[in-house]
C-alpha cells in the first residue's frame, strides 16, 4: 500500500514552501468553477469587502463553518480577542445569506479550559440576528482525558437560523442504530418494549450523531496534512437537511474542501474560501481528483504528489504567528 502522507502542515513550514508554489490562489484571488459555478477564494473569513467580491451580488441559502478553535493546534489569542474575531466572519456571513437561511458552526468546548470557546461564543451570538435551533453532538471514536477524567469523544455543532428556512425530514438517509431500550407500552393488552414496536432498526438523525466514522489515514476520504477533517458524511446531512437542489452554500474555513465537495454531489452550488492559498489549491484539487476519478479523497497519498512526490518532512515544530492561523477543522 501506497504510504504517502503530508504531516500537519501547521507544523510543517518547511513543507509549506515546498508546496506553495503550486498553489494557483494568492490572498485576494478567486477561482471560479466553469462546470458547476463553484467558488473558491483565499480570502479573510472577516473581511466584508473580500466575502462581498465572492458573492458577486448573490445571497447563500446554508452556511456551513468550521473556525479553528483557539486550541493549541493554533496561535492562541485571548478569549475575549478570539470572539471579537468570531463576531466579524458572523457578521460577514449575516450579510450574504437569505432572509429565510441557515448557520452551523462547528465549536470546540475544550474541558482543559473552562469548555472555551463554546461558552463565550453562545453568549455573542445572542447579540447577532440569528436564532439558536439546536445543539448537536457528533460522537468521536477516539479522545483524550482517560487517566483521570471522562473520555472526551465528542464534537459540538451549533445550529441557528434566520426567518423560517427550508429544513427536510427524511428518516431514510441515517444509519443511526436504536441502541437505547426501554419506554414501555401496552399494545393490544401486551406491554411491548420501544424496539419491539418499531418497524425499522434505525432512528431519524437527532442531535446526537454517533454514526459517523471519524476520518483518519485508512479511510478514501482523508486529506492528509490536515488537523481534524469534517467526515464527509456528516456534512452531507447537513445540506440534505437545510438545502435543496441548486441552493447556494457557503464554507468560510474551507480547509479539506468536504463542504464543496458535498455540494458538489448533492447538486448545490459552493462558495468557500480559505485564508491560507495551500489548503484553498487542496479543496480546487479535491474537486477536479473527484470529478477525474470519483475518489473523495487521497487515503495514504496527499493532493500535491504529483508535483512534490516525496515532500522534505523535516523537524515538526509548534505553530507561530507569522503562520496563517484562521483555519477550519473538517
Not at 206 to 230: H, L, P, T
Amino acid at each position: 500500500m501506497k504510504n504517502n502522507p503530508l504531516p500537519r502542515l501547521d507544523t510543517s513550514p518547511g513543507i509549506r514552501d515546498e508546496l506553495l508554489p503550486y498553489c494557483r490562489l494568492q490572498l485576494g484571488e478567486v477561482w471560479t468553477d466553469s462546470i458547476s459555478g463553484h467558488r473558491v477564494g483565499c480570502l479573510d473569513a472577516a473581511d466584508i469587502k473580500a466575502i462581498k467580491d465572492i458573492m458577486a451580488g448573490e445571497r447563500a441559502q446554508l452556511a456551513i463553518h468550521d473556525p479553528p478553535y483557539n486550541l493549541a493546534a493554533f496561535e492562541q489569542r485571548s478569549i475575549a480577542a478570539f470572539i471579537d474575531w468570531c463576531r466579524k466572519w458572523v457578521s460577514c456571513t449575516d450579510v450574504v445569506l437569505t432572509p429565510d437561511s441557515s448557520l452551523y458552526v462547528w465549536l470546540g468546548a475544550d474541558q482543559n479550559d473552562g469548555f472555551q470557546p463554546l461558552p463565550d461564543f453562545m453568549l455573542m451570538m445572542r447579540d447577532q440576528p440569528f436564532r439558536p435551533r439546536s445543539f448537536i453532538t457528533m460522537r468521536n471514536q477516539r479522545g483524550y482525558g482517560t487517566q483521570k477524567n471522562w473520555m472526551a469523544v465528542r464534537q459540538e455543532l451549533l445550529y441557528y437560523i434566520k426567518g423560517n428556512p427550508q429544513f427536510n425530514v427524511d428518516a431514510e438517509y441515517t444509519d443511526i442504530p436504536k441502541i437505547l431500550r426501554g419506554y414501555y407500552k401496552d399494545v393490544n393488552g401486551k406491554k411491548t418494549e420501544n424496539l419491539e414496536r418499531s418497524r425499522s432498526d434505525t432512528i431519524r438523525a437527532g442531535n446526537v450523531w454517533i454514526d459517523v466514522q471519524q476520518v483518519f489515514y485508512r479511510m478514501e476520504e482523508n486529506v492528509s496534512g490536515c488537523y481534524a477533517q469534517k467526515p464527509l458524511k456528516c456534512i452531507d446531512r447537513i445540506i440534505r437537511a437545510s438545502s435543496v437542489p441548486h441552493d447556494l452554500v457557503i464554507d468560510f474555513f474551507a480547509h479539506s474542501g468536504t463542504t464543496l465537495l458535498a455540494s458538489e454531489i448533492l447538486n448545490r452550488r459552493c462558495f468557500t474560501i480559505d485564508i491560507d492559498p495551500i489548503y484553498a489549491e487542496m479543496t480546487i484539487r479535491r474537486l477536479e481528483r473527484f470529478r477525474a476519478s470519483g475518489q473523495l479523497g487521497w487515503q495514504n497519498g496527499h493532493p500535491f504528489e504529483a508535483d512534490v512526490p516525496k515532500p522534505n518532512i523535516g523537524p515538526a515544530v509548534s505553530p507561530t504567528p507569522t503562520m496563517p492561523v484562521q483555519r477550519t477543522l473538517f
